[in-house]
């Protein structure tokens, strides 16, 4: 049989082009044709030592050759939670496994088939990590990270796992399907297959605030450490946005001496203090006790100088 060669792949991250988007517009050139080539002489003998043959010919027969590979990509498990840090929700460490199933719908043998992954998307936003290395489920090559071969009509299961950053996370987390991925098969270092479905799945969004509180006794009537009446004391709130997602309109509610402040005596002259890995947070107006976002990991104080009353001397 006679082969059609095609070139090789160099480059995938030159030009500007991506690689994924690169594989995607050669996999269309396959080969159309090849051919069944048969050469014939003919052998006769006039003496014992004496031999005649004729000169060769050829004969061909067209064969028409159709590669063509598809595949289809899913989440296998995950995202899961026992391996991060808290193993109540999806976090840094916990994994996804993925698995790819490439079936040869040609009509051709097809050799060194593997499935072709740039790795997921979180909400649009590049994978922190590496997936990992490709390994065969099923057919010949089952438990091992080989490429398989297959014949007209049969199909081939790959899996990889994908382990999770605290980024990944905070960047998909409570979005729908938002994290999502796209794969495709080759053969013979020719890309053969069109794009995968895209596999997604979704993080959790896990809203979480953790607050401290510090009182600083300003004493400016007697300098004696004990709050007397007309003296002030400076209240510091520490919050901090220890969940996966943005929270808004953030701020305090403070049972004051069996009281919720109110009005002009609630916590204001707000700060972020500490940004969290993704995004700005936006503090809104200033100085009004309410910050409009504090995105996941970031941290803020309020602070309010109080003055001490009769009623709090007599409570205490």
């Keep these: 049989m006679n082969s059609v060669n095609y070139p090789k792949i160099i480059g995938l991250k030159s030009a500007g082009v991506s690689a994924l988007a690169l594989l995607t517009a050669i996999s269309s050139v396959t080969p159309t044709w090849s051919a069944i080539d048969n050469s014939a002489i003919a052998v006769g003998t006039y003496t014992a030592t004496d031999d005649t043959t004729s000169a060769p010919d050829t004969a061909s027969v067209p064969v028409l050759v159709n590669r063509d590979l598809s595949i289809a990509k899913s989440v296998f498990s995950g995202p899961s939670i026992a391996a991060g840090a808290d193993p109540a929700v999806t976090d840094a460490l916990d994994t996804i496994v993925y698995r790819y199933t490439i079936t040869n719908n040609g009509s051709i043998t097809e050799t060194t088939v593997t499935p072709i992954d740039v790795g997921p998307t979180f909400d649009g936003q590049a994978a922190v990590n590496s997936l990992s290395a490709f390994t065969e489920v099923t057919g010949a090559g089952a438990g091992t990270g080989d490429a398989a071969t297959l014949a007209p009509g049969e199909t081939v299961v790959f899996e990889a796992t994908y382990t999770l950053a605290a980024l990944d996370v905070l960047n998909a987390a409570g979005v729908t399907d ?53 003296e002030t004391i400076t209240y510091t709130y520490t919050v901090t946005n220890s969940g996966n997602v943005a929270l808004t309109n953030v701020g305090i509610q403070d049972t004051h001496e069996g009281a919720l402040l109110t009005g002009v005596n609630l916590p204001a002259g707000e700060t972020i203090t500490t940004e969290g890995p993704v995004g700005p947070s936006d503090i809104g107006t200033a100085n009004d006790g309410v910050i409009d976002t504090l995105e996941a990991g970031a941290t803020a104080t309020f602070t309010i100088t109080l003055t001490v009353t009769q009623a709090e001397v007599d409570d205490g």
């Design 178 to 230: 938002g994290v999502s991925n796209v794969a495709t098969a080759s053969s013979d270092d020719v890309p053969a297959s069109p794009p995968s479905p895209p596999a997604v799945a979704t993080i959790p969004g896990i809203p979480s605030l953790d607050i401290i509180k510090v009182a600083v006794l300003n004493d400016e009537t007697v300098a004696d450490g004990f709050a007397e009446v007309g």
